[in-house]
């Protein structure tokens, strides 16, 4: 075997020998010219030897050390750089992904829910009892998939850091309400008792979206674990500063075992005697989705007891005790039509008042804004008017409430301020915007066209449908022809820009993920126009929009919706609000 020595060894025993040269010339010196030194030979040795031990062995030795620990830091920081350039690139194609199974998945679902809708309305003709239940597994299992896709989503937002929320005091009894009517429908099967225990003036500050998300998952459970003739009660209670909430049934129990691993991800409770229910997913979602939310959620449960899931929440602002005027008016029954005043000047509320009245119209007064939601809601008028700058709530926040919630959404309502921002008040959704002073024969002519376009006079030009998925596209026509509508449609950008350029339709429902132009450039081109700016557009998307895109949205769009979800309903109901029921419809 061939020795080799290093160059560091060559250098070391060079240095070593060249100073131990130049101790012995030192020393022959000294020794010749007979100079005194305090040292004897025996020192200088052992300083000598000393010396070949620091240069020849300690100081080879130390940098081999040095260079090894160099080299394997360069290594493991070459290995954590590649490691970061891997996740990153996993992550970006983790994203795509997502974004890709957003749209190839949904979309397609989309139309297979929405078809066989459109089949078990028997728009095609009668269908007999097997088709009907066919049909009625269709539907089924395309909902089970579309809430299996979302809960993925879902989880893999939260696991990524991606899941944007935007938090605001809610009312509590509220949004139970909400939770409640959605359910009530899965527990009326099971003759289950679905009740609520909360004061009306208990409110958190949560996102509303994800806090009712949170509900739905925990009550749907209750409603899928608790036998025929169950109860399941909602509570909430303010301990200290945060609101308690519980969902509690008297269902079978979860086991102790089973507890501590229920919040994992993909685990799966299993039924005494059955088989396993659901994904796994709804309850790690729920835990996050609360603790995003600044809470914690916990769970009581024995066996045969029945089981009490219970997290906290922030709480929010204090809401005081609704005013009587629309309350009174919400219990009186009357042939004249109804308009809610809403609005915290009561000089402004009595000239309004006495405007309306004089006109053989019923007004009724909201003075406090946050009640403002459950007084139209009550009430059911036939128009309302409101102001923009109140506090603590102010009227933008208003009109978003009226417009997105179910039992609201469908009335006019009339925005009366000083406030000079028409086209933002259309895009959330005003269907007359005035600004103050606002003299008797413009109240009066908004309040008329508002009524009227209600009971309605159909559209005069036809309806243009914009999406480049040719079985969503034919389902958005089939569905508003069988409401009586005039539809026209455009499988991509350049078609529907043509289209419009060549005749203004009466609304635009418009798909933003399109080929050749998107939807996003076709919305700005459309409101940058002055020929095509007042036109309502509606969009449906199944694009995961970012917190920008759907600002952006809410200001130039008259309505968004979200293919992921249930939209067929809604966007019937603001259609009619935006453009009129059609006469066939009405005929």
Same mark, same amino acid.
């Given at each position: ?291 995003? +939310?600044?809470? /914690? @959620?916990? =769970?009581?449960?024995? $066996?045969?007891? #029945? ?5 906290? %929440? ?67 008028? +036939?128009?309302? /008017? @409101?102001? =923009?700058?109140?506090? $603590?709530?102010? #009227? ?5 409430? %009226? ?80 409401? #009586? ?103």
């Amino acid at each position: 075997m061939k020795f080799t020595i290093s160059r560091k060894v060559r250098v070391g025993i060079c240095v070593t020998l060249w100073t131990a040269a130049l101790w012995i010339c030192a020393y022959d010196y000294l020794i010749t010219h007979k100079v005194q030194v305090n040292i004897t030979s025996k020192y200088f040795g052992a300083i000598f030897i000393l010396m070949i031990v620091i240069i020849f062995v300690m100081l080879p030795v130390y940098s081999i050390v040095v260079t090894h620990e160099i080299r394997k830091r360069r290594r493991v920081e070459k290995a954590l750089t590649e490691a970061k350039d891997v996740a990153e690139r996993a992550s970006k194609f983790k994203d795509e992904f997502l974004s890709t199974m957003s749209h190839e998945l949904r979309t397609p679902l989309n139309a297979v829910l929405g078809f066989s809708d459109l089949l078990a309305d028997k728009r095609c003709g009668e269908l007999n009892e097997r088709q009907q239940r066919y049909v009625s597994h269709i539907t089924v299992g395309g909902k089970h998939l579309l809430r299996l896709i979302n809960d993925i989503l879902d989880l893999s937002k939260i696991e990524a850091g991606r899941l944007e929320l935007s938090c605001e005091d809610l009312s509590v009894a509220n949004i139970f309400g909400e939770v409640m009517s959605a359910l009530r429908p899965l527990a009326d099967k099971k003759a289950q008792a679905l009740s609520s225990n909360v004061d009306r003036s208990v409110t958190v500050h949560a996102d509303p979206t994800r806090f009712k998300q949170v509900l739905m998952n925990l009550v749907g459970n209750a409603i899928k674990f608790t036998p025929q003739n169950g109860h399941i009660e909602l509570e909430a209670q303010q301990v200290e500063n945060q609101i308690e909430l519980k969902v509690r049934d008297d269902g079978p129990g979860i086991p102790p075992e089973e507890q501590r691993r229920i919040f994992e991800a993909f685990y799966r409770l299993r039924k005494s005697g059955e088989g396993v229910e659901g994904t796994g997913l709804g309850l790690a979602i729920t835990d996050s989705l609360v603790k995003l +939310q600044g809470g /914690t @959620l916990g =769970l009581e449960s024995a $066996p045969g007891k #029945g089981s009490c899931f219970y997290f906290s %929440l922030p709480i929010g602002s204090g809401v005081p005790e609704p005013s009587k005027s629309w309350a009174e008016g919400a219990r009186k029954a009357s042939g004249r039509a109804k308009i809610l005043i809403i609005e915290d000047d009561r000089t402004a509320i009595h000239l309004i008042e006495s405007q309306l009245t004089s006109s053989g119209y019923e007004a009724y007064s909201c003075n406090e804004p946050e009640h403002a939601l459950q007084a139209a809601a009550e009430l059911q008028p +036939q128009a309302i /008017t @409101l102001d =923009l700058l109140m506090k $603590p709530t102010s #009227g933008w926040e208003i009109l978003l409430q %009226l417009k997105n919630d179910a039992r609201t959404a469908n009335i006019p309502v009339i925005v009366v301020s000083v406030v000079d921002h028409a086209s933002m008040g259309a895009a959330i959704g005003a269907d007359e915007y005035l600004v103050k002073p606002v003299d008797r024969k413009t109240l009066l002519g908004a309040v008329e066209r508002c009524i009227a376009r209600r009971e309605g006079l159909g559209p005069a030009a036809p309806i243009l449908v914009v999406d480049d998925d040719v079985a969503t596209r034919e389902m958005i026509v089939e569905l508003l022809s069988g409401k #009586g509508y005039a539809v026209n449609s455009a499988i991509d950008g350049l078609a529907a820009r043509a289209q419009v350029a060549a005749s203004l339709p009466e609304l635009v429902i418009l798909d933003l993920m399109l080929p050749k132009v998107s939807g996003f450039e076709l919305l700005a081109e459309w409101r940058a126009n002055s020929r095509t700016s007042a036109i309502p557009i509606f969009v449906l998307t199944s694009k995961d929009l970012t917190k920008q895109e759907k600002s952006y949205l809410q200001e130039h769009a008259q309505s968004l919706f979200l293919k992921q979800e249930s939209w067929q309903e809604g966007l019937v109901k603001q259609l009619q609000r935006a453009v009129g029921k059609p006469q066939v419809a009405k005929a």
